[in-house]
């Protein structure tokens, strides 16, 4: 069974950096899958950050593009993101996901991932 666990989250300023992690277990990364971060705001539907996976592509959601980047350390069965340059607006609980099939639906769309991690909240002030 595929776990996820994420960790990292925490408060800080605009401008500041973060590194989320995300500990996958009872997952093989030679099968086909994609990896994912998704974040929720207040009050707002769930988005696709950043993306990572032999059937998807190395993709980033255009508001984090630039800041954010999605990088894996398979010997550590991690997932990570790096996030620079925080802004107010990327104040959000952020949750990492896998699937092994995205039948032809985009990688930062959530609707074809079927495990979840808990989340980690991230506050970004002002």
């Known amino acids: 069974q595929v776990q996820l666990v994420e960790s990292g989250g925490g408060s800080v300023q605009s401008g500041g950096s973060l590194r989320l992690s995300c500990a996958v277990s009872?997952?093989?990364?030679?099968?086909?899958?994609?990896l994912a971060w998704f974040r929720q705001g207040p009050g707002k539907e769930r988005e696709g950050v950043a993306s990572?996976?032999?059937?998807?592509?190395?993709a980033y959601a255009s508001a984090v593009s630039g800041r954010f980047t999605i990088s894996q350390d398979i010997a550590k069965n991690t997932l990570y993101l790096q996030m620079n340059f925080l802004k107010p607006e990327d104040t959000a609980m952020y949750y990492c996901?896998?699937?092994?099939?995205?039948?032809?639906?985009?990688?930062?769309?959530?609707?074809?991932?079927?495990?979840w991690g808990q989340g980690t909240q991230v506050t970004v002030s002002s």
């Open positions: 996901a896998g699937t092994r099939a995205l039948d032809g639906y985009w990688p930062l769309s959530p609707s074809k991932y079927t495990t």
């Open positions: 009872g997952f093989s990364y030679t099968e086909y899958y994609c």
């Open positions: 990572i996976g032999t059937i998807c592509s190395t």
